[in-house]
């Protein structure tokens, strides 16, 4: 059974920064690619960033020049510094992974992280 666990979320000013950590568990798996999403209240999901099993990056424009996703692949795990943050940037953080397993892939989604900036 693999998991993915998000963490990293709070509560910081305007101009802070965060990191939020994506840490997939389980065993005998590997993660493709990785994407952040967010969904503020009343509005619908949307991707912040995603990155590849090599390490191509994309970006929502919104976030493009403060956010940088990044992965470990050692570790299982994928990261998202927040830097600059706003407060449009509050919202729930998701993370969803591409996961394959033996010869099959399927989307895992984490549960969650809150991230609420103030202004």
């Known amino acids: 059974q693999v998991q993915l666990v998000e963490s990293g979320g709070g509560l910081v000013q305007a101009g802070g920064s965060l990191r939020l950590s994506c840490a997939a568990s389980?065993?005998?798996?590997?993660?493709?690619?990785v994407g952040w999403y967010r969904q503020a209240p009343g509005k619908q999901r949307e991707l912040v960033a995603e990155i590849s099993r090599d390490d191509n990056t994309n970006y929502a424009d919104s976030v493009k020049g403060r956010f940088t996703i990044s992965r470990d692949n050692a570790k299982n795990t994928v990261y998202l510094q927040m830097n600059i943050l706003k407060p449009e940037d509050t919202a729930v953080y998701y993370c969803?992974?591409?996961?394959?397993?033996?010869?099959?892939?399927?989307?895992?989604w984490g549960q969650g992280t809150q991230v609420t900036v103030s202004s």
């Open positions: 389980g065993s005998g798996f590997s993660i493709k690619d």
């Open positions: 969803n992974g591409i996961i394959r397993i033996s010869t099959r892939e399927y989307s895992y």
